[in-house]
């Protein structure tokens, strides 16, 4: 098992930055992948960034990139989210998983942060 624990969201204007963080704790050897989604209200989840733990190799939703930037630190089995130029449109609970290795998907969920961002 593997526990996951956001932290950082808040509310901010447009234009201003938050950085989230997702520490994991448990099996975390076998972590493969972690990313950020979010949920706004009536919408579905949608994929915000990924990092391949081994590596480093990110991918983001065009939606952030320019604006976004994951990173982690191996040490303390920590990914961040820096956001930055924040938008209105991206207010949402932003929640933090983990693929396994072997797992043919995120299959460890963070309880989600939520972030508000005013016009």
């Known amino acids: 098992q593997v526990q996951l624990v956001e932290s950082g969201g808040g509310l901010v204007q447009a234009g201003g930055s938050l950085r989230l963080s997702c520490a994991a704790s448990?099996?975390?050897?076998?972590?493969?992948?972690m990313g950020w989604f979010r949920q706004a209200p009536g919408k579905e989840r949608e994929f915000v960034s990924a990092?391949?733990?081994?590596?480093?190799?990110?991918g983001y939703a065009d939606s952030v990139k320019g604006r976004f930037t994951i990173s982690r630190d191996n040490a303390k089995n920590t990914v961040y989210l820096q956001m930055n130029s924040l938008k209105p449109e991206d207010t949402s609970v932003y929640y933090c998983?983990?693929?396994?290795?072997?797992?043919?998907?995120?299959?460890?969920w963070g309880q989600g942060t939520q972030v508000t961002v005013s016009s």
């Open positions: 448990g099996r975390t050897f076998s972590t493969y992948a």
């Open positions: 998983a983990s693929q396994s290795a072997g797992s043919s998907g995120y299959n460890y």
């Open positions: 990092i391949i733990w081994s590596g480093g190799r990110t």
